[in-house]
């Protein structure tokens, strides 16, 4: 396995469906759950990515086999069930890798939806026209705006504006 794969322990289904989207734009095949019934076991060149929510062992376990076998794990869990899978997930390859996210040139350590939504507020859109231009919700809108905030290490909106336009002019 050359590519990096996407291995993703979230909290909330609106991440991980961000993060279906995301797999899906760089070339993934998206699979809901992470029972397979594929022949071949080696799935790496499917490039198949399994997303969904794990609410016990047995579903954990399914998604730790998906993943040795080489698809991607987008998983929805929470709790002690989510630090064990997460711990599993790391004895096949690291957590936390986006197909498709390319390191920007301007060091910022922003996504694509948080530079998205950045880009309109520079250019004198509100936060709910801006959420409402990228298909998304207000409150998933402010949730991105306020990692972006942390990822750039202020305190307003308004400071993150100033920051991305900057970096975007070098």
Request: one cysteine or more; a neutral charge; hydrophobic letters at 50%.
């Amino acid at each position: 396995m050359g590519e990096q794969v996407p291995l993703h322990v979230v909290a909330a289904g609106s991440d991980a469906d961000a993060l279906v989207r995301r797999c899906a734009a760089a070339g993934w095949s998206a699979h809901r759950g992470f029972a397979l019934l594929e022949p071949a076991w080696d799935l790496a060149d499917r490039r198949l990515v399994c997303h969904g929510a794990v609410g016990d062992d047995h579903t954990a376990s399914q998604a730790v086999l998906a993943a040795a076998r080489g698809a991607g794990i987008i998983a929805v869990a929470t709790g002690q069930l989510a630090l064990n899978l997460a711990a599993d997930l790391r004895r096949v390859g690291p957590l936390g890798l986006t197909p498709g996210k390319a390191e920007a040139a301007d060091g910022l350590d922003l996504d694509a939806e948080q530079r998205a939504l950045l880009s309109r507020l520079a250019a004198g859109s509100t936060i709910a026209a801006a959420a409402e231009a990228e298909f998304v919700s207000l409150r998933t809108a402010n949730r991105r705006i306020a990692a972006a905030r942390q990822s750039l290490g202020v305190k307003t909106t308004r400071e993150a504006v100033m920051i991305y336009i900057k970096h975007a002019r070098d």
